[in-house]
């Protein structure tokens, strides 16, 4: 279990979250696990949020889970890009020239 406590002026926040793990860790070991698995991912859905700026209005059936599964490829491609880029710079110059598209999609082509 992990207890959490955020103070925010006058206001005082605690939570508290359990985990399950097949391993005895010490303490230090096991804070740890837990910040490197948040850490992945709050900035898994950070890039998400910031590089997918259209709002997606995929409602019907599976049609959300389906689109979320897209997105991820997508974003993975994005990431093994070689060059400098950002990661949002990557995306918009992928959508407006077909060479740099292909580059990324280099290995998936038939």
Not at 76 to 92: E, F, G, P, Y
Request: charged share 30%; glycine share 2%.
């Amino acid at each position: 279990m992990v207890e959490s406590r955020i103070e925010r002026g006058d206001k005082i926040e605690s939570e508290r979250r359990s985990y399950i793990s097949s391993r005895a860790l010490s303490a230090a070991a096991f804070a740890h696990a837990v910040r490197s698995h948040w850490a992945i991912e709050n900035n898994l859905h950070w890039t998400l949020d910031v590089t997918s700026t259209r709002i997606s209005r995929v409602y019907a059936r599976h049609g959300a889970k389906n689109m979320a599964v897209v997105r991820h490829f997508a974003l993975n491609l994005v990431r093994q890009a070689t060059d400098k880029r950002s990661i949002k710079r990557r995306r918009k110059r992928a959508s407006w020239d077909p060479e740099y598209l292909l580059q990324i999609l280099g290995p998936l082509r038939c």
